[in-house]
T-cell receptor, first 115, second 111 residues
Framework: DTEVTQTPKHLVMGMTNKKSLKCEQH?????MYWYKQKAKKPPELMFV???????INESVPSRFSPECPNSSLLNLHLHALQPEDSALYLC??????????????FGPGTRLTVT | GENVEQHPSTLSVQEGDSAVIKCTYS??????FPWYKQELGKRPQLIID?????GEKKDQRIAVTLNKTAKHFSLHITETQPEDSAVYFC??????????FGTGTRLQVFP
């Protein structure tokens, strides 16, 4: 399996809802990432997990809560989001973290709409 | 921190022509430079990458060149085809696990 998978593909949620995005890889990669991408913009890093531990949090609001249950899974828990949080949420993985830098492979993303 | 500039923002070429996209970076410690292709509604797809110990890398119709002294790197696509139409992002990475992306280039290849 050489892919990163994400569920759901689309999600519509109200500002009071709680939902979760899921990401899975079976490539034995030890680093996993969450990115947010707005239309016509590059991906913007949110979180990095290295060996199942949170290593980078790019000052993301607490209404986004990441979780790495094991080396293959990455979740993003969402609560009390704002309409401006509507975006494509991308998960990525790489063989390792740190130096030298490793290639990152992206999942197909979850298109999130907050109403 | 690292800053990556990318030009042009849009590029239109005739099928069969070559396309060149250029990026500059600010952090001399950056040592890894990938290029991603993103078709509309799809994931960013890694198409080629280069590390700082190499000046050029080719893979069929695509090539990347790196000039460490000038801190710029370029993507070259030869014999362009309509299916090359997409948004292309350059990125740079150095002493952290962070990929810093350029702003993207929308390439349109007209038949």
């Amino acid at each position: 399996d050489t892919e990163v998978t994400q569920t759901p593909k689309h999600l519509v949620m109200g500002m009071t809802n709680k939902k979760s995005l899921k990401c899975e890889q079976h490539m034995g990669h030890r680093a996993m990432y969450w990115y947010k991408q707005k239309a016509k913009k590059p991906p913007e890093l949110m979180f990095v997990y290295s060996y199942e531990k949170l290593s980078i949090n790019e000052s993301v609001p607490s209404r986004f809560s990441p979780e790495c249950p094991n080396s293959s899974l990455l979740n993003l828990h969402l609560h009390a989001l704002q309409p401006e949080d509507s975006a494509l949420y991308l998960c990525a993985s790489s063989p390792d973290a740190g130096q030298p830098s490793y290639e990152q492979y992206f999942g197909p993303g979850t298109r999130l709409t907050v109403t | 921190g690292e800053n990556v500039e990318q030009h042009p923002s849009t590029l239109s070429v005739q099928e069969g022509d070559s396309a060149v996209i250029k990026c500059t970076y600010s952090d001399s410690a950056s040592n890894y430079f990938p290029w991603y292709k993103q078709e509309l509604g799809k994931r960013p797809q890694l198409i080629i990458d280069i590390r700082s110990n190499v000046g050029e890398k080719k893979d069929q119709r695509i090539a990347v060149t790196l000039n460490k002294t000038a801190k710029h790197f370029s993507l070259h696509i030869t014999e362009t085809q309509p299916e090359d139409s997409a948004v292309y992002f350059c990125a740079a990475s150095g002493n952290t696990d962070k990929l810093i992306f350029g702003t993207g280039t929308r390439l349109q290849v007209f038949p």
